[in-house]
Structures are given as structure tokens and as C-alpha cells.
């Protein structure tokens, strides 16, 4: 095992499963989640989305999360052919194959990419978009369920002549850390620990949690260099950047350990 322990803060369902492969791997493993997902206050755009499928080429998840939210309001007579599923990442496709959708529906990078993102999805399925072609997003939202995250795909989709909308399938939140949690982050925050980050995000909500707080004893990994630059800039020391593959996250821990 590593000589420290590596903080997952992912959210707290998603956070269960890398703690447990990580722990099969030889690697000290805890979760302290930094986003906590919850269901939207109002699900009937969801249902109304579903209803309006026929109208979309395409549908766009931006993560398992997504799909596992807006499949929630399937009904038994809702069909899924004739549309085009777009995972930006091997965990989404997951999700969508146990929600039923056909492997040949789905659109995403190759496994073997090394990096899982909307420029590398969009490398697959730019050429499905044309002029009137409508494409849903199905994402995340904040506590009032405004949508939240990137817009580079949709703005791409735009520049095609296509038209997009967005649903929000879910909400995400900061969370509220107990006193352990609170040790857990002194410990990362001092070096005792490593930080594994998969989401920008998630760096804001620590440090907004954690109020004067200095990172620059912190060791990192981040699985996207837009995540890696969230990190330089929240001001933490050492730092490495992978594919969230296994076995790359598997290296660059231990090359901090």
C-alpha cells in the first residue's frame, strides 16, 4: 500500500466504487465526496423530455450521473430507436448500456483515448450535425437547478447549424464536511494524504469549505488537465496529471506516494 492514503472526492456513489478498486489494487483508499448529487425540485422536464424525443437526432450525457437521473423517467412505451446516444467517457457508456440503450447507439471516445472529454467526443459525432439537426443535453444543475458545467459542445453544435436543448437531470451541491472530514482535509491539505480530483468543481467547493486553508503541501492527481490547472491555481505543490484509466491513476499516485 501507499505510505498515504488517497482522498477520492467523488461523489459519495461514485467515490464507493474508485475506493473499492483502488483498495483492490494494493492502494490505501477513502472517500471524502465534494459534490453531493440530489434530484431536481421539479421532474417534469425530464418527463416532458422523454415525451419529445422523436424530435432529437442525438442525446448528449455529460456523465453516468446524467444517465442514470433522466432514465429514471422512462416510461415501459418510451422507445429508444432511431436516436444517437453521446457518452464523452467509458463510465457514461456503462450507464447507458445498463439503461438498456444498444451498444451500436452509442457514440464515444475509444477506450483506449487518452483523454474523455466533449473535444474528443465531439471528434466522433461532429459529423451527425448539420444544418436543423436538434440535439438534447442532458446534464447537471446548482441547488436551483440552473444548468451548470461547460458549454464548448453546445456552442460547437451552434457553429454546425444544428439546435440544442438542455435538461437538467440532476442537482449538484457543495458539500457540508463533519469534524472527521475536516481532518481528512488538514491531513491532504498537509501532505498526508493524496487528492484525487475528477472534477474542477470539486477543487471550488474544498477550498470554499475550507476557508484559509494553504495547498501548497498538497499532493494531487487530476484526470483532465483543465482539472490540473484548477489545482495550479488553488495553489497545490506537487500535482500530476492522467486519463482516468486504472492504470494510469494506478502510476501517478504511486509516483507521488
Not at 423517467?73 to 464523452?88: I, M, V
Not at 498526508?192 to 486553508?213: D, T
Request: glycine share 8%.
Amino acid at each position: 500500500m501507499t505510505a498515504r492514503p488517497v482522498i477520492v472526492t467523488r461523489p459519495a456513489r461514485e467515490a464507493a466504487q474508485w475506493v473499492s478498486d483502488l483498495r483492490a489494487a494494493g492502494l490505501d483508499a477513502v472517500a471524502l465526496p465534494l459534490i453531493v448529487i440530489a434530484p431536481v425540485a421539479d421532474a417534469e422536464p425530464l418527463r416532458t423530455a422523454w415525451r419529445q424525443l422523436v424530435d432529437y437526432a442525438a442525446l448528449m450525457f455529460v456523465s453516468a450521473t446524467a444517465v442514470e437521473h433522466f432514465f429514471q423517467h422512462k416510461n415501459a412505451a418510451d422507445t429508444l430507436a432511431e436516436r444517437r446516444f453521446w457518452a464523452t467517457g467509458p463510465g457514461t457508456t456503462r450507464a447507458l448500456l445498463r439503461a438498456g440503450v444498444l451498444s451500436e447507439l452509442i457514440d464515444a471516445p475509444p477506450p483506449e483515448a487518452t483523454r474523455f472529454d466533449s473535444e474528443a467526443l465531439w471528434e466522433r459525432v461532429q459529423a451527425q450535425v448539420s444544418a436543423g439537426v436538434r440535439v438534447l443535453i442532458v446534464r447537471g444543475g446548482d441547488e436551483a437547478g440552473h444548468p451548470t458545467g461547460r458549454d464548448w459542445l453546445a456552442n460547437e453544435i451552434d457553429a454546425a447549424g444544428g439546435h440544442r436543448d438542455t435538461v437538467v437531470a440532476y442537482r449538484r451541491l457543495p458539500p457540508s464536511l463533519d469534524v472527521v472530514q475536516r481532518r481528512l482535509a488538514i491531513d491532504g491539505a498537509e501532505g498526508r494524504a493524496i487528492w484525487l480530483f475528477s472534477s474542477s468543481e470539486a477543487i471550488g467547493n474544498l477550498q470554499r469549505a475550507m476557508p484559509g486553508v494553504q495547498w501548497h503541501a498538497a499532493s494531487a492527481v487530476a484526470t483532465h488537465a483543465r482539472i490540473g490547472e484548477a489545482a495550479r491555481a488553488a495553489g497545490f505543490g506537487a500535482l500530476r496529471v492522467c486519463t482516468p484509466l486504472r492504470d494510469a491513476l494506478i502510476a501517478s499516485i504511486e509516483s507521488l506516494a
